[in-house]
């Protein structure tokens, strides 16, 4: 099993959809990410939590909700999303929140807004 | 604001080449810098990493750094066209998550 699984891989919602990505670390990390990928655009991180506590929030839009209930898992809660959402948004976690040795990423979930 | 800069590329070497990818980052007092492998439509994979200044081999693989020039570089050994992937800098400042560069889209040709 690898170290960081995100669900769903793909998903298509429309504007007026709520829906929720998942994602579960198995490290034992202590930090856990949100990033967004576009075409040609570097990695936008969108949400930092340690140990359950977000201490980073990068300016993201309100109809995007992270969630951490434990330092294992991690969700996005989405609702009335624009097209322009469209991305590949991925999960990592860290040792820890200073990321210095790296980061583990999931294998990201392709969303679609239509 | 900290900034990771690549060349885009595509950067395109024949099969067996030594190919080499750049990478400069704007913050002096970054601490740790990664190379990561992103094959198309997949998420990035650690390759390398390096934390003092010199060079670091690992396989087919060896990291440079340059804090002086604040610069850091990947060569890729004996190039296959396996290797062919985006390549994503991302540079470490100790306390805050990773900055990562916008990559740079390596095509090895057979």
């Known amino acids: 099993e690898t170290g960081v699984t995100q669900t769903p891989r793909h998903l298509v919602m429309g504007m007026t959809n709520k829906k929720s990505l998942k994602c579960e670390q198995h490290?034992?990390?202590?930090?856990m990410y949100w990033y967004k990928q576009s075409a040609k655009k570097p990695l936008e991180l969108m949400f930092v939590?340690?140990?359950?506590?977000?201490?980073e929030n990068n300016s993201v839009p309100s109809r995007f909700s992270p969630e951490c209930p434990n330092s294992s898992h991690l969700f996005l809660h989405l609702h009335t999303l624009q097209p322009e959402d469209s991305a590949l948004y991925l999960c990592?976690?860290?040792?820890?929140?200073?990321?210095?040795?790296?980061?583990?990423f999931g294998s990201g979930t392709r969303l679609t807004v239509v | 604001q900290k900034e990771v800069e690549q060349n885009s590329g595509p950067l395109s070497v024949p099969e067996g080449a030594i190919a080499s990818l750049n990478c400069t980052y704007s913050?002096?007092?970054?601490?740790?810098f990664f190379w990561y492998r992103q094959y198309s439509g997949k998420s990035p994979e650690l390759i390398m990493s390096i934390y003092s200044n010199g060079d670091k081999e690992d396989g087919r693989f060896t990291a440079q750094l340059n804090k002086a020039s604040q610069y850091v570089s990947l060569l890729i050994r004996d190039s296959q066209p396996s290797d062919s992937a985006t390549y994503l800098c991302a540079v470490n400042s100790g306390n805050t998550p990773l900055v990562f560069g916008k990559g740079t889209r390596l095509s090895v040709i057979a």
């Open positions: 990592a976690s860290s040792q820890d929140r200073t990321d210095s040795y790296g980061s583990a």
């Open positions: 913050d002096r007092v970054s601490q740790s």
């Open positions: 490290l034992g990390h202590n930090a």
């Open positions: 939590y340690s140990l359950e506590e977000r201490v």
